[in-house]
């Protein structure tokens, strides 16, 4: 008995360690080298939009989960930018700051970028031809990517919010009063991610993106520039590793959003 034991036992060692070896094979098909590292999402831009502007998740629980990503603060104070490991935040003054891992978050998007594809665009782009490029280089629309842009930008745009106080507004009743920010000639990086229109509510659809500039003295959440010379690189995954709030107004809102005359323009093709 105890022998039939030990070769069950030793059956299913054999049985993991092939499973490794052929989850790792099957991986190296699709060229991802070291594996696809999740999308990892607190809460939904739905929740964002509604003024679900407090979370329970720390900025140190995002950069466990991820180097790279974006989102925003509690009480909705600036946008939030991870990049390389660090998180920084700009504030409703433009004014940039390491964010301290104890603060939270009530929306942000991160991953433990890898990226499978990149791009050298050489020549002056908008912003809406840089995401037609990078979108035509996509090997589905289907599957959502995080987006690294880094090199000189002849102009750019970005805003930020100030922090919010309790009773919230909805996020279209504060951007009434955001306050936008433009830089010429400016060397940085944007970063964010790019949702497929399916997924609208649960992040943005298309891209989303958020701007840190080298010398750390301005950012904020992208609303245009003209890319000069710029290096792209493309993390795609089929996992999105979605962490909804179990607790607070998240419960209590109305989700079923307006936001569906945009998924139906696109779905209706006009
Ligand atoms: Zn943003």
């Known amino acids: 008995m105890k022998s039939q034991e030990w070769k069950l036992a030793l059956f299913l ?15 190296d098909i699709f060229g991802n080298g070291g594996g696809d590292k999740p999308i990892y999402q607190v809460s939904t831009i739905g929740a964002l939009l ?31 930018i991870i990049l390389d490991g660090r998180a920084w935040q700009v504030r409703g003054d433009g004014s940039v700051h390491a964010v301290d891992p104890s603060m939270r978050t009530p929306y942000a998007t991160v991953t433990s970028f890898n990226s499978d594809l990149s791009l050298d665009l050489t020549s002056p782009l908008d912003l809406p031809a840089l995401e037609d490029t990078i979108k035509d280089t996509l090997s589905s629309e289907n599957l959502p990517c995080a987006v690294v842009i880094e090199g000189t930008f002849i102009n750019l745009t970005t805003r930020s919010v100030d922090r919010q106080e309790l009773p ?46 080298d010398d750390r003295n301005g950012g904020g959440h992208l609303l245009g520039c003209t890319a000069e010379r710029v290096k792209v690189w493309i993390h795609s ?10 607790s607070g107004p998240f419960l209590g809102i109305n989700l079923s959003g307006e936001r569906g005359g945009d998924i139906e323009a696109v779905e209706g093709g006009r």
């Not at 974006?70 to 009480?75: K, R």
């Not at 229109?197 to 840190?212: A, I, K």
Request: aromatic share 12%; net charge negative.
């Open 237 to 246: 995954t089929p996992e999105l590793d979605l962490n909804l709030p179990s």
């Open 13 to 27: 060692v054999v049985i993991a360690v092939a499973g490794v070896f052929a989850s790792s094979s099957f991986i």
């Open 50 to 80: 509604e003024g679900v502007y407090d979370g329970e998740t720390e900025i140190g629980t995002l950069l466990e989960n991820g180097d790279t990503g974006i989102g925003t603060l509690n009480a909705l104070d600036g946008e939030l």
């Open 168 to 213: 919230y507004s909805p996020l279209v009743e504060v951007t009434v009063d955001q306050h936008p920010f433009t830089f010429d000639r400016t060397e940085g990086t944007a970063v964010g991610f790019y949702f497929p229109s399916y997924l609208d509510g649960v992040g943005v659809p298309g891209f989303h993106l958020h701007f840190l500039a």
